[in-house]
Nanobody, 122 residues
Framework: VQLQAFGGGLVQAGGSLRLSCIVSGRTFNYAVGWFRQAPGKEREFVAAISWNGGSTYYADSVNGRFTISRSNARNTVYLQMNSLKPEDTADYYC?????????????????WGQGTLVTVSS
């Protein structure tokens, strides 16, 4: 199983970015979570989505600004990030989980992609 995250970049505060996570290998019945880690801080949960997209979860800090979605036909999970703030600056990682239920805990995820850096300037 491989996950590839991309779409990060530099954006001004108030702007938007869309991250994508492509899953290859075992491409059936998996949940995906997005996590982030800022310099000097611990990794934190951002959002997660179930296999059929019927269940989504968000950290309080991003709820209402970020939207997680997926296309199983494309084996891709998206994270639409709007109204970005400087405190959203971090490396963003996607991870896949092949056991139920969807989880917000990083340790519960089986496979991880490389990070994609999001920098929000003030």
């Amino acid at each position: 199983v491989q996950l590839q995250a991309f779409g990060g970049g530099l954006v001004q505060a108030g702007g938007s970015l869309r991250l994508s996570c492509i899953v290859s290998g075992r491409t059936f019945n998996y949940a995906v979570g997005w996590f982030r880690q800022a310099p000097g801080k611990e990794r934190e949960f951002v959002a997660a989505i179930s296999w059929n997209g019927g269940s989504t979860y968000y950290a309080d800090s991003v709820n209402g600004r970020f939207t997680i979605s997926r296309s199983n036909a494309r084996n891709t999970v998206y994270l639409q990030m709007n109204s970005l703030k400087p405190e959203d600056t971090a490396d963003y990682y996607c991870a896949a989980k092949y056991t139920t239920p969807v989880d917000t805990t990083a340790d519960e995820y089986d496979f991880w992609g490389q990070g994609t850096l999001v920098t929000v300037s003030s």
